[in-house]
């Protein structure tokens, strides 16, 4: 867990921000959610050394941060600390946060014998990746990211809404799919977050207006390094909302903002290099070659299972409409965005899987394991993933991915395939989390049942 010349990396850094004062330690949990302390840069070069504490709990929590009893991570272990460690090149700067001398650093758990900590999304990866490593493999892995900015204020009713545009100051509730007006609306907080992006090491790429009012997605680059991706990812999201919050703005990743609008969804592109550092997936057809699709096959074959993941919480299921751009059958296709599994057009040595299933509230870390996993399990046992789809995918189509909480629940829970890629100790401590917030949720009374059923029932 060492990371290699701390020192070094440590001094270099105060020489480049010598106005650092704290820095903001950073562990994100089942949800994605980051959450830590705030310590001095003083404390820093002890934490590279292991003295760095947090509660294994912080891996039984629901969204709230309220700990999941049935896990075992809260009272019946005594709420117990465990050591947590730095991530290689994850300290950097908080540029929205400019002239208060704060920087940030993700880290990652140890258990109490210095293994990896099961309940630590970051090391589930970290199993599956070494799947790969024993086949000679390495995934190439490139996340896309949607999110909406919302103006902070709720309607009188509790709702979202758009914020006032920052040049016109009306509110725009149309639809303009990469729509130039929207973005140049937006430029400021967009060039803001590109900004924010280098001084983090974030590689972003394309920013484009999606379908809804305020709603945008960024590329982030592709690297060979997983663990990496998934880094980054955490760290862009928080920018997002910092930036958003220095211009007045909400963002959220929430999947279902707007009832009658489009969702926000998390796409992972992969690829896949051997020894010689060459594509397995490159073909001149467009079909990819035959790994692509038992790698195809294998993701189809797990996709329900893993549903859980792909959309972790109450909102997520909201996304699953017909037409919508999001998935309801774990079907595939070439250069066809209605599908689960899209091979977009590309060179031949640019072949690749994009994967279309998941909100944008996803684990980065879960998600990635889970399409790996998918993947290995496809490749393993060559799996035939049937033939591509053409035209409207929803045309005719019975819907055959679980598209309730409650329902895919159940499939992850019984899936012995997930439970051996995940591990049998995270498997049920990632169900027992989504069980107790799907409880929770499903005691509250909402307002829309009193105007349906008060005076009807």
Known sequence: MAVTDPSVQLTAFRQQYPQTRFVDV???????????????????PNMYRGSFLLPGSMFALDVLGGTIQETGLGFDEGDADRRCFPIDGTLVPVPWREGEGIAQVQVSMVDHDGSPFYGDPR???????????????TPVVAIELEFYL???????????QPPRLPQTGRREYQTQINSMVDLNEYSAVLAEISTACEAQQIPSGT???????????????????????CDQAIRFKRLVRGVAARHGMEATFMP?????????????????????????????????????????????????DAMLIFAPTANSYRRYRSESYVPLNANWAVNNRGVAL??????????????????????????????????????????????????????????????????????LEASSV????????????????????LQAFESHISPLEYAWYARTC
């Open 342 to 411: 899209r091979i977009p057009a590309s060179t031949p040595e640019n072949r690749r899987i994009e994967h279309r299933v998941a909100g944008a509230d996803a684990n980065p870390y879960l998600l990635t394991a889970a399409v790996l996993a998918g993947i290995h399990h496809g490749l393993e046992h060559r799996l035939n993933p049937g033939a591509p789809v053409t035209g409207n995918p929803y045309r005719n189509a019975v819907t055959t991915l679980p598209i309730t909480w409650p329902e895919a629940a159940s499939k």
């Open 26 to 44: 950073l562990l994100a949990d089942l949800c994605g959610i980051p959450r830590g302390k705030r310590v001095t840069i003083e404390e820093l």
């Open 256 to 304: 279902k903002p707007y009832m009658d609008m489009a969702g926000s969804g998390a796409h992972i592109h992969v690829s896949m290099l051997d020894r010689q550092g060459r594509n397995i997936f490159a073909a001149d057809d467009a079909t990819g070659s035959e790994q692509l699709k038992h790698a195809i096959g294998g993701l189809a074959a797990t996709m329900a």
């Open 418 to 437: 997930m439970r051996d890629y995940l591990g049998e100790r995270f498997h049920k401590l990632f169900v027992t989390t989504r069980r107790g917030e």
């Open 123 to 137: 090391h589930v990866l970290a199993g599956v990746l070494r799947r790969f490593t024993a086949l000679g493999l």
């Open 207 to 229: 920013a484009l207006a999606e379908y809804g009012p305020g709603q945008f997605e960024v590329n982030l680059h592709h690297t060979s390094d997983a663990l990496l991706a």
């Open 150 to 160: 919302l103006d902070p204020e709720r309607t009188v009713d509790g709702r979202a």
